[in-house]
C-alpha cells in the first residue's frame, strides 16, 4: 500500500508536523500491526483510514498512533490524512471522518487550506502541581485541566519571552497529566500574524515536543478568545519547527486551518 510523510500546518516542506498517512483497502487491520507501522514511521503520529460504505454518519474510519500508543484526538494527522484524500482525488470535497472523538469534518478550500471541526475542549481551573515550575523551568500564573480527549495541563506564562525559552525536564513532566503539558502566552506584538504563542510537551506518549499541535488548539482557542475578546485568532506554536494555526471558536465546536505539503511517497512492504 502506499504510504505517504505530510507536514501538516505549513505551506512549505520540512516545517510544521509531519504525519505518517495510510489509506487501508479494507478494515484496519490488528492493533499490533498498526502499533509497528507507527513505531517504523517514527513521527508524532501516524493515520490510517479506511472507506465506510455510503449513506451513514462518516465517510472514512480514522485511527492515529504515536510511535508508542494509540490517541484519542490528532489535529495535524487527520490535516494531512484530509489532504492526502483531496490531492490524489479518493474523496473531492468535505470528509467526514469517525473517530474515538466523534465525527470530525475537514473541508478544503479553493485556496489550498483545510478547516477541521473539532469538539471544544474543556477548560477546568486548576491549581498549579506542586513541581511543575522546576519541570518547566518557569513559573505559570494559571493552570487548567484540558479534558479526556486532550489530556494535557494547559499553563499559561508570563509572556512569550518565557514560552520560547523553555528547556523543561521532559521525563518529569509526565506526572502532571495524562498525555503532557501546553506552555501558552499572548503574543508579545500581535502585528507578526499570531496572537498568542504555545509549545507543547508530551513525554507520556513518547513525544518529549510535539511541533504543532491542532488537539491542543482546541483548547487554545477558547482559553484565548475569552482573553482576547474575539472568536477567530491565529496561533504560533513555537517549536523548531514552527507553524500557525487558525482558529475559529464556535460554541462546542472549534475550527482549525492550516495548509499541508506532502514531502514523501513510498510503498509499505510490510
Avoid at 120 to 128: G, K
Avoid at 140 to 148: L, Q, R
Avoid at 201 to 214: H, K, Q
Avoid at 241 to 262: I, K, M, P, S, Y
Wanted: proline share 7%.
Amino acid at each position: 500500500m502506499r504510504i505517504r510523510i505530510v507536514d501538516a500546518f505549513t505551506d512549505r516542506p520540512f516545517a510544521g508536523n509531519p504525519a505518517g498517512v495510510l489509506l487501508l483497502d479494507d478494515v484496519f487491520p490488528d492493533d499490533d500491526w498498526l502499533q509497528h507501522v507507527a513505531m517504523e514511521v517514527n513521527h508524532a503520529e501516524t493515520a490510517f483510514a479506511h472507506r465506510l460504505p455510503e449513506g451513514g454518519e462518516a465517510d472514512w474510519a480514522l485511527r492515529w498512533f504515536t510511535p508508542v500508543a494509540e490517541v484519542a484526538m490528532c489535529g495535524h494527522a487527520t490535516l494531512a490524512t484530509a489532504h492526502v484524500l483531496h490531492t490524489t482525488g479518493a474523496h473531492p470535497g468535505p470528509v467526514r471522518f469517525t473517530t474515538r472523538s466523534g465525527v470530525l469534518i475537514a473541508t478544503p478550500a479553493a485556496d489550498g487550506s483545510i478547516t477541521l471541526d473539532f469538539p471544544t475542549a474543556p477548560l477546568t481551573p486548576a491549581e498549579v502541581p506542586a513541581g511543575v515550575a522546576e519541570a518547566l523551568g518557569a513559573v505559570p500564573v494559571a493552570a487548567f485541566d484540558t479534558g479526556p480527549n486532550v489530556g494535557d495541563l494547559l499553563v499559561e506564562l508570563a509572556d512569550e519571552k518565557t514560552v520560547l525559552g523553555l528547556a523543561p525536564d521532559h521525563k518529569s513532566l509526565g506526572a502532571y497529566s495524562s498525555r503532557g503539558i501546553i506552555a501558552t502566552a499572548r503574543a508579545e506584538d500581535p502585528s507578526r500574524g499570531y496572537d498568542f504563542v504555545s509549545r507543547c510537551f508530551f513525554p507520556n506518549v513518547g513525544i518529549d515536543e510535539d511541533p504543532v499541535t491542532g488537539s491542543a488548539h482546541t483548547v487554545l482557542a477558547p482559553y484565548w478568545s475569552a482573553r482576547l475578546g474575539r472568536d477567530d485568532l491565529i496561533g504560533l506554536q513555537a517549536s523548531r519547527r514552527t507553524g500557525l494555526v487558525r482558529t475559529g471558536l464556535r460554541g462546542d465546536r472549534t475550527l482549525l486551518t492550516g495548509r499541508a505539503v506532502t514531502v514523501i511517497e513510498g510503498e509499505l512492504h510490510a
